[in-house]
């Protein structure tokens, strides 16, 4: 395995592999003719708090737009939030820049959902898989040989495919692949951006599979940002469902699926497709929602989803903004219909 | 009983490629009735577009070659008729509802002068370019109303705004929904949706194909769906193909295809989708094998947890088991 840096104290004071504290991003809108104004604000993520225990799957939940990317960016200091703390480990990492930044990266790493998009076409898997090793120094040449072979074991490939291009593998192994290159510095913890999304079914429970496996033999954490409620289910601890930028409910899945409060969280459950009969007792009616998503950077009052809420109170839910309340053990909704 | 709308026998299409003779399509045949809707479902690669293609006549060629086997709409068997023949049916009595509703419409043409261009193609067949042109003002503004009429079927809002907006100035919901209205404006006979709003949200998607089922059985008209999506399939249609590397594997009504599926494969698909009430998704082993070199006999054979030695060798025939066709050997 590869040197783990310690950061401070020990690891196992931290019940937290990542923590979030009111984390924003918001992006000007620019104008004028100079395109030097700022015209207003879009709200990407809009204070959202998260905590996610070590060695757990954390989802979120959300249609496109909701800024669950965006998310999953900012934690891993892809992007810079524009307020808020990020606490990875009990450290808040919001504000690291330069070296030590990098050398943080070691610790986490993104899963992108474009398989084709996350690997050079000119380079051999041997080569991708050692990238992340020659970046940062990490053994000598044949050192790094044998760590590779152990990544593509890790993710049930031969070493057959050391010496093959991207080109030459099926979805399935492209995405086995960037798995195994992002394990390569051993992280602590991944964001899977809707890792399997570009994959057939069949294929996609043998990935997922994969990374049950490797949180159990590694002690992984991962945030799962994904739109398929049946991945959610089947994969994931706890839950946060986002709608523009805002957490609109957050509960362990199981509750969520059994016991959705949140309008929005009814609809989008609602909505979800189901093959068998014993699924279909736990989808309610089809709910209609009127529009479609508006934009989040012109809604300023009230709660984000009034426009569209079919259990809309009246003038309240138009101009008072509801909190995020714990309704019940552990289960958390904004929502003024549970005050 | 109903009536035929379309049959397919014996359907074959290979693609000329550097690598060789693909065989994308082999030997498969399926029939729609008047007023059924059908679900094409298949793993990505497994030739359900393809054999919409053909029906619609718009394969390019080369690199296909021509297809062989028969295509039958409504007694008429479309492989024999001539280009022009052909092209009097689509749009008109067989209609084609596109993926991806971001990029089927022209983004330089207003919504009601594009929808109006269809119609009038569909009217005015054989009209000259020249005519085109000169006519054109005059007809958009007689049609007008039909596009209206269409638009408004459809359950969009604010429909005069819709006329006289650009493509991008709608969400993907509403593109997805005129992109319905044009498929159904001129009271086709088969519909062929091919993945209808998957680019979609959720909770879009879901208000949209509530939509299409309603007006397609208002209307009674034939639909194919295809989709990857078995769940979609299953809520949208009444009898379902399983299609496999190019082959259908088995066909049943919705309702029992999954609960009690028949082939392998069937069952390995089922058993890897996630759920909502839980538990693990199991998979399949390996991959779809290439099109090149298929391999003998039942193209899953590589990945079937019950091969037998019979599997390698011969290709099996559909039979009727419990209501389904099954191609299996382990039925008979």
Not at chain 1, 15 to 29: D, F, G, S
Not at chain 1, 99 to 108: A, V
Not at chain 2, 199 to 224: H, P, Y
Not at chain 2, 234 to 259: D, H, L
Request: proline share 6%; net charge positive; aromatic share 6%.
């Amino acid at each position: 395995m590869s040197v783990v840096i310690c950061m401070g104290d020990a690891d196992d004071m931290n019940e937290y592999i990542v923590e979030t504290h009111n984390l924003k991003k918001y992006y000007p809108i620019k104008g004028g003719i100079l395109g030097n104004k700022t015209l207003g604000y879009v709200r990407a993520v809009d204070g959202v708090d998260i905590p996610i225990r070590k060695n757990e799957i954390y989802a979120l939940v959300g249609e496109s737009g909701c800024g669950k990317t965006t998310f999953g960016k900012l934690i891993l200091r892809i992007i810079d939030p524009t307020d808020g703390t990020i606490l990875f480990d009990g450290h808040d990492i919001s504000k690291e820049t330069g070296e030590s930044l990098r050398q943080l990266r070691r610790r986490f790493q993104m899963i992108f959902q474009d398989t084709v998009g996350s690997l050079n076409p000119k380079k051999r898997v041997k080569d991708l898989i050692a990238a992340p090793l020659r970046n940062f120094n990490v053994g000598k040449a044949d050192g790094q040989g044998s760590r590779v072979r152990e990544l593509l074991d890790l993710v049930r490939l031969s070493s057959d495919y050391l010496y093959r291009y991207p080109s030459g593998l099926s979805g399935g192994e492209k995405q086995r692949v960037v798995i195994a290159r992002a394990l390569a510095l051993g992280p602590e913890f991944l964001v899977l951006d809707e890792p399997t999304s570009a994959l057939d079914v069949s294929i996609q429970a043998k990935i997922l599979g994969i990374l049950k496996k490797l949180r159990e033999e590694l002690a992984l954490s991962y945030l799962l940002i994904t739109h398929d409620l049946g991945l959610m289910r089947t994969f994931s601890d706890k839950v946060a469902v986002l709608y523009l930028g805002r957490i609109v409910e957050r509960a362990p899945t199981d509750t969520v699926i059994r016991n959705p409060l949140h309008p929005y969280s009814i609809a989008l459950l609602s909505a979800t497709p189901v093959v068998f009969e014993e699924e279909r007792r736990l989808v309610p009616k089809r709910v209609l929602l009127t529009s479609e998503i508006s934009d989040s950077a012109h809604k300023l009052s009230g709660c984000r989803f009034h426009d569209r809420c079919p259990k809309k109170l009246g003038i309240i839910c138009a101009e008072e903004e509801p909190d995020l309340l714990e309704v019940e053990t552990n289960h958390f909704v904004r929502c003024h219909l549970f005050r | 009983m109903n009536s035929l709308c379309l049959s397919i026998t014996n359907l074959s299409i290979r693609f000329h490629t550097y690598d060789g003779i693909a065989a994308v399509v082999d030997d498969i045949s399926l029939h729609v009735q008047q007023g059924e809707s059908v679900g094409l479902v298949g793993e990505t690669g497994c030739g359900k577009s393809v054999t919409l293609k053909a029906v619609l006549g718009i394969l390019s060629a080369p690199p296909a070659l021509p297809p062989s086997g028969k295509i039958v709409f409504q007694g008429r068997e479309l492989t024999q008729l001539s280009r022009r023949a052909r092209r009097e049916l689509m749009g008109k009595e067989i209609a084609m509802i596109p993926q991806n509703a971001m990029t089927s419409l022209n983004p330089t043409l207003k919504i009601k002068d594009q929808f109006a261009d269809l119609l009038i193609s569909h009217r005015y067949s054989d009209m000259s370019l020249v005519s085109y042109y000169l006519t054109r003002r005059q007809r958009v503004k007689e049609l007008t109303p039909k596009v209206e009429a269409a638009l408004n079927d459809v359950a969009l809002p604010s429909i005069d705004r819709v006329m006289n907006s650009y493509p991008f100035e709608l969400s993907g919901g509403m593109k997805q929904r005129v992109l319905i209205g044009m498929a159904l404006a001129d009271n086709p006979s088969l519909v062929l949706a091919d993945e209808p709003g998957t680019a979609l949200d959720v909770t879009t998607n879901g208000v949209i194909l509530d939509l299409m089922r309603k007006k397609v059985e208002e209307r009674g008209i034939s639909i194919i769906y295809v989709t990857h999506n078995l769940a979609v399939a299953r809520e949208n249609t009444q009898r379902i193909y399983v299609m496999y590397a190019g082959q259908i594997a088995e066909t049943g009504p919705s309702e029992t295809i999954f609960a009690h599926p028949k082939h392998p494969y069937t069952a390995g698909l089922i058993r890897s989708l996630p759920r909502l009430t839980g538990g693990e998704p199991v998979g399949i082993e390996g991959s779809v094998s290439n099109y090149y070199t298929p391999p003998p006999g039942c193209r899953f054979w590589p990945r079937c947890q019950n091969v037998m030695d019979k599997c390698k060798e011969e290709k099996p025939s559909p039979r009727h088991v419990d209501g389904h066709d099954v191609s299996c050997h382990l039925y008979g």
